[in-house]
DNA sequence: GCTTGACCTCAAGTTGACTTGAATTCGTAG
DNA sequence: CTACGAATTCAAGTCAACTTGAGGTCAAGC
């Protein structure tokens, strides 16, 4: 089974199908064909799909996500970029990771005020100290519509 | 030094006064008084926002964060919720991981299209064994504004 | 060969999260 | 006491990422 057509990628992937025509029209995916009108994917497509679904849950813009993979799903940045996008990752997984703890914390600690436990403020005290220059840098890259 | 004023905090926090403004409106946070007009804030505001950046960095939206820590910063939820949430986190680290994984990859294999490269498509296979019934629940209560 | 249902297009609407701008109000330095 | 600069309010604007709706089209089953 080759060929998918958009209600079947969209059962697949849990995506509406409104969703793969918008991700189409800004070039995020592209389709095989048609069945007449109805648009027919590739079964890559589904792998791009993922691919885009956890780039979104990585905090990344459409854009960005564009700018990772083309719309082939071939990576097409050059190493350094990637690399420091996993970097950004690392960052946000070690946030993540507070976070989840901080909350877990939370629902076991019997501290009847949190923001006095001690354990919680210094769980927090590492994030504080974040500065200000890290606003994620805004890509003004030709958008392709 | 108990007590900042909305410039101090925007300084501390990295974010411009108007968001500060903005979370205060919706009930995010609150401010500790005034001095004529300008808003003072107490420390642990701070902190709040910590917070409220990392959840937002978790993909939460700043309804869903508010849920979770009341506007005075005390997380408020039952146990079970905040574990749940938690659990949920899990998950996104997990993909976040992967993804950053698959980064480094592409950044270093030598394979001429990662889609045929067999190490690819084993990162991108656990992730796309996701089900359809996934999606966020919405969670509908009365928004506070 | 006609109906039907799922898909199509295109424009417009929606939501969340802010930002911007005009007109106004203070506290402080001179 | 006046001027200045920074903060204030409130309405309106913006941007990304979709969704919705009206009106049209097709291929497959009867």
Do not use: W
């Not at 940045?77 to 989840?100: E, V, Y």
């Amino acid at each position: 089974m080759k060929i998918l057509d958009i209600a079947d990628v969209a059962e697949r992937s849990g995506l509406p199908p409104s969703t793969l025509r918008y991700y189409e029209e800004i070039g995020l995916i592209d389709s095989a064909g048609r069945h007449g009108l109805r648009r027919q994917y590739g079964p890559e497509t589904l792998l791009q799909l993922s691919l885009i679904t956890m780039g979104k849950s990585a905090g990344f813009s459409l854009d960005e996500i564009a700018g990772m993979f083309g719309s082939d799903g071939q990576p097409d940045l050059p190493r350094d970029d990637l690399l420091t996008r996993a970097d950004q990752l690392d960052r946000q997984i070690r946030d993540l990771t507070l976070l989840r703890n901080a909350l877990r914390h939370v629902a076991e600690c019997p501290a009847p005020s949190h923001m006095e436990c001690p354990t919680f403020k210094r769980l927090l005290k590492v994030t504080t100290a974040r500065k200000k220059g890290d606003q994620r840098a805004r890509k003004k890259h030709p958008s392709k519509r």
